[in-house]
Structures are given as C-alpha cells and as structure tokens.
C-alpha cells in the first residue's frame, strides 16, 4: 500500500507574516508541522523567526527520513536538535524564546497506519467503519478562556499587544509535550497509535488553524467535515473557514488571539 495525493492547501494568516505551517508527503508516510507564533523578534536564529525556522528545519528532516514511524521521528527530533546548535547566534532570553512547534505524522505500516503526534495538529481517518481521530480530539476551551480573560477583541491585533504578549509568554514557560530542539523533550512527548486501514481509506492531516472549522467555530462536525471534502474539496472549506474569521475580525463570537490563524490541510487516500 502506499498514499495518493488527492489534495493540499497551505494558507498563511496574514499575508505580510511568514506561514510557518508545513506539510508533506512520501509514498508510504505524511506529516503537518505547526510552529508556534513568536513571542519577540529575530535574532536567535538570525534574521528569520524561530517558528518559521522550526517549520523549515522539521520540514527538511521529514523529507529525509525514512524507515517505521517511531524510527523515523527520532531522526527527525535529532536532525532539528543538531540544526539549532548548529544555526543559533546566542543563548534564548528565556525559555519562551525557544523554537516549537505542534506536528502530526502517519505512516503505512503492513495493514495499519501508524500515527505520531505532538500538541494540537489533528488527523482524521476515514474507514468502513466511519471516521475517527487518530489523534486526540481537539479541544480549543482553555485557549478560548484564555483569549476571554484578557478582554474582548484580543485576538483582533494578533500576539502584538504587549498584554497579550506578555501572557503568552508566561503560558510558553509552562511544561508542555511538543516538538522542540531538544530531541530527549521531544521523544518523550510524542504519542504513537495505530489503526487497521485498506485501500480506498481517507486521510486528513490538519494544523489547528484550518480544523478550527469544526473545532473553534463549530461550522460542521467531524463527519459532515468529511463529506464535505469529499463532494467540496479543500478549497471550499477554506473559503468557509476565512469567512467566518472574517466575519468576527474583533474576536468577540469566538475568543481567540489571531483573527486568523495558518491553516494548512493534506488529504491523502490509501493506494
């Protein structure tokens, strides 16, 4: 077995900050890759910011490595901590400095597909026996709490305001399971499962800016979600998704800090 590409889309939030989403696929494997925004400016990582240089610098690994999943993950994880040592100008601030990142990964493995995660990418499979998460379902309710107790419209300037800034860079201090440059903080995090899959199967890798569609603002389930890629495809529900952000620009219908966040999807279907 091995995947088929039907479709992809990477969509950055606003055009005049870099996306620092990423995803891709090989024969038998697949990856989404979400960088966490920065917190200040560049200079750790020279002139380019530390989520986009997370972004590239997983992207790259993943091209690259091959063999079972959790294998291959841990190439990935030394192959970014080497980067950073490599690339760094100076010590981090602090620790709200340093690069991360969420990611999703799958792989075909004898009649299974194996499923690696870190923090909040989502990934939808579609069997005979319907649709289920191979990753945990997404739950947005702290963050929205979060948004709320600063005020409304906190999300409508971004992570900008030097309130919310400063609050999150205090949440960015607290121990969280993601994929970092230190490659131990990383393995220990990741959680693998697996599911049987045929051919003919869907799957949807997703950032949390595009499954924000039937997470955040609740605009369908998970299942009509399905169905409607299927007869829509991935642009359509793009177009829905933007309009819905920007229809509440002010962030006060639904409490978040980016009016509009990178939303990157890949459907693949098992060849």
């Not at 969509?11 to 990423?22: M, T, W, Y």
């Not at 869907?202 to 169905?227: E, I, N, W």
């Amino acid at each position: 077995m091995h995947f088929d590409l039907i479709q992809s889309l990477n969509l950055a939030g606003r055009a005049d900050v870099p996306n620092d989403d990423r995803i891709g696929c090989a024969s038998r494997h697949a990856w989404v890759i979400d960088g966490a925004t920065d917190l200040g400016p560049p200079g750790l990582l020279g002139e380019q910011g530390g989520a986009a240089w997370l972004a590239a610098a997983a992207q790259a690994a993943f091209v690259s490595a091959s063999g079972p999943l959790q294998s291959l993950c841990e190439q990935v994880f030394a192959t970014v901590a080497a980067a950073y040592e490599r690339d760094r100008r100076r010590e981090p601030v602090a620790g709200w400095e340093l690069p991360r990142a969420a990611f999703a990964a799958v792989a075909l493995e004898d009649d299974e597909v194996v499923c690696a995660h870190l923090a909040d990418c989502v990934v939808l499979h579609r069997s005979e026996h319907g649709i289920a998460f191979l990753t945990p379902e997404p739950d947005r309710e702290t963050e929205r709490a979060e948004a709320l107790a600063l005020g409304p419209g906190t999300g409508a300037h971004g992570v900008r305001t030097p309130a919310v800034q400063a609050d999150r860079r205090i949440a960015r201090e607290r121990p969280k399971a993601v994929l970092s440059v230190d490659a131990e903080v990383a393995r220990a995090g990741t959680v693998y499962t697996r599911a049987p899959v045929r051919r003919g199967d869907d799957l949807v890798l997703m950032s949390d800016g595009f499954a924000a569609l039937f997470d955040t603002y609740r605009a369908c389930t998970p299942h009509t979600f399905m169905t409607q890629l299927r007869e829509q495809g991935l642009a359509e529900l793009a177009l829905r998704l933007r309009q819905i952000e920007r229809d509440d620009a002010a962030c006060v219908r639904y409490p978040r800090f980016k009016m509009s966040d990178d939303a990157s999807a890949l459907w693949l279907r098992v060849g």
